[in-house]
């Protein structure tokens, strides 16, 4: 399998926009998703792969792909952003999927 | 409503065995597969294994190769993951999950989790 690079931490001042990365190999041929995940709870999507948002989710969720990289834009990130962010695609062979290490993300 | 419900997690010795479940309710089970995600305590997400709809197909992570099996009774709308041979690096938190209709590696529900510890 491949593996996916996210940085571990990052923040941002509230109301103002923050981009959460993601690189590897295999995300030059699939598509990554991502996951948000609180204190205690189960990790939730926030963004499908092909860019494709999950019911519920606000539309200052948005995501981007190129060469082997993807980003999880949070446009007027809120308190509530406050969390874990997960990248995921399948690796290279397809036969597997790959998290990212994740990445903390703070609301100043 | 879409509702995972996980059981089996216990405290195992390492070489020892487990068998978690996970009964699925509030969808047509065999028309999704099923993943199993992991978490170990204070640490990422991990996948570990999924299996298709009707159990055509069953793939694994390298790390639980071997050691893991994946299964479905659909008739009881439930998920199974057997493991053997465990390792302390297999203490965690077991996620049961449904892939969306997209196709993996997206997941649209996940279950409460439940916790594995391997300890001598």
């Known amino acids: 399998s491949s593996e996916l690079t996210q940085d571990p931490a990052v923040s941002v001042a509230l109301g103002q926009t923050v981009r959460i990365t993601c690189q590897g190999d295999?995300?030059?041929?699939?598509?990554a998703g991502w996951y948000q995940q609180k204190p205690g709870q189960a990790p939730v999507a926030v963004m499908f792969t092909q860019n494709i948002r999950p019911s519920g989710i606000p539309d200052r969720f948005s995501a981007s792909n190129s060469k082997d990289s993807a980003s999880l834009t949070i446009a007027g990130a809120q308190a509530e952003d406050e969390a874990d962010y997960y990248c995921?695609?399948?690796?290279?062979?397809?036969?597997?999927?790959?998290f990212g290490g994740g990445t903390k993300l703070t609301v100043l | 409503e879409v509702h995972l419900v996980q059981s089996g997690g216990a405290m195992e010795q390492p070489g020892g065995s487990l068998r978690l479940s996970c009964a699925a309710s509030g969808f047509n089970f065999d028309g999704y597969s099923m993943h199993w995600v992991r978490q170990a305590p204070g640490k990422g997400l991990e996948w570990v294994a999924v299996i298709s709809g009707k159990s055509e197909s069953t793939h694994y992570a390298d790390s639980v190769k071997g050691r893991f099996t994946i299964s479905r009774d659909n008739s009881k709308n439930s998920v199974y993951l057997q493991m053997t041979s465990l390792t302390i690096d297999d203490s965690a938190l077991y996620y049961c999950?449904?892939?969306?209709?997209?196709?993996?590696?997206?997941?649209?529900?996940w279950g409460r989790g439940t916790l594995v510890t391997v300890s001598p």
């Open positions: 995921n695609s399948r690796d290279s062979t397809g036969n597997q999927v790959v």
């Open positions: 999950t449904r892939e969306y209709d997209s196709g993996w590696p997206n997941i649209d529900y």
């Open positions: 295999s995300l030059r041929s699939q598509s």
